[in-house]
């Protein structure tokens, strides 16, 4: 899918656990100007939903299963669906605004989201609009998670 990054990330392990770089500025051009972490408890989803000038850099940790649309109408993969499943291998996915997404955590565990998007939640301020479409909340959408 046009613009969409998908890197499992090198995991370096000893005795006390592991550590994975996340980005680092001489492998990416994105930018991001915020981050957050989220926990999904086994076997639910969040999405899908899209934003229209937001692009998103998430850290997958966990088993999880990732959807992604391209719902940009000037791309050459417009209405293309991909499914990418983690294995649990710590996974980043960069997702280009336009192209709506969905995740459920497959594992029998929490699982752990980090996002770093290229804007601010709601603006400076949070004195915005969210940029935000939310295809969960529309039974009609035609973005629906089927396992």
Not at 30 to 47: A, E, I, K, Q, W
Not at 80 to 96: A, C, F, L, Q, S
Request: net charge negative; with cysteine.
């Amino acid at each position: 899918m046009e613009g969409l990054e998908i890197r499992e990330l090198t995991v370096h392990k000893d005795r006390r656990g592991w550590l994975a770089e996340i980005i680092r500025d001489d492998e990416t051009a994105y930018r991001p100007v915020m981050s957050y972490l989220s926990m999904t408890s086994p076997g639910l989803f969040r999405g899908p939903h899209e934003h229209r000038d937001q692009a998103d850099f998430f850290c997958f940790i966990g088993k999880f299963r990732l959807y992604v649309w391209d719902n940009r109408k000037d791309s050459p993969t417009y209405l293309e669906k991909k499914v990418i499943d983690t294995k649990g291998i710590p996974t980043v996915v960069i997702v280009p605004a336009g192209i709506v997404h969905a995740y459920k955590n497959i594992g029998s565990s929490d699982g752990l989201v980090i996002n770093m998007p290229d804007r601010l939640f709601m603006g400076e301020g949070k004195a915005e609009p969210v940029d935000e479409i939310r295809h969960e909340d529309d039974p009609s959408s035609p973005f629906q998670i089927e396992d």
